[in-house]
């Protein structure tokens, strides 16, 4: 048990350089800002970081409008490196932000759906935030891959022919009133 306890330490201070790594990654969008941050404040851009997420964390759980800084969290970045995969010539950054996407809009709509869900669950900002980064993690298996290869691309290898129809049919049945007219 206590061989547990002692890979702690190990793991933080991994968690903590990769964290150094990615704050001074010039190729970040984020990276000019904690460069001035750090600058006028004297203080090493890791606490900035760390102080500015305990500082959402803690808005997320009491704060007005927690809802909308954790759309704007789900929303602003990966947008922002979609428009960069886009304009990039390789495919692969595509279909990761694709299947973010994918697993965003399916979430969006089951919470739609639970609306009571955002009442009765406590800090339930706080956990869909945490979900959200999770899911767009910079790492090859972060949550959206693993929820998109264990559930989605299995239903909808299952049943998108029966899906393909449907949609068929009826642009076929919709082509036909509007010609009517």
């Not at 979609?82 to 996407?101: N, R």
């Not at 979430?107 to 869909?128: A, D, G, M, Q, R």
């Not at 959200?132 to 693993?146: A, F, K, R």
């Amino acid at each position: 048990m206590s061989s547990q306890f002692s890979q702690i330490p190990l793991w933080f201070d991994n968690y903590k350089e990769n964290l150094k790594i990615s704050l001074r990654d010039p190729e970040k969008p984020w990276t000019k800002t904690f460069d001035i941050l750090e600058q006028r404040s004297g203080i090493d851009r890791v606490n900035i970081f760390a102080v500015s997420a305990t500082f959402c964390a803690l808005y997320l759980v009491f704060g007005c409008g927690a809802q909308l800084l954790c759309n704007i969290i789900g929303v602003l970045y990966p947008a922002y490196v979609s428009i960069h995969a886009i304009e990039s010539s390789t495919k692969q950054d595509d279909t990761k932000w694709l299947i973010y996407w994918v697993t965003f809009g399916i979430f969006t709509v089951i919470e739609f759906f639970s609306h009571l869900l955002t009442n009765i669950i406590p800090l339930y900002w706080l956990f869909k935030c945490g979900f959200l980064i999770w899911c767009m993690l910079p790492v090859d298996n972060n949550g959206s891959v693993i929820i998109y290869n264990k559930l989605v691309r299995p239903h909808f290898l299952k049943h998108h022919a029966s899906v393909d129809k449907i949609i068929d049919d009826g642009i076929r049945k919709a082509g036909s009133v509007l010609k009517d007219d």
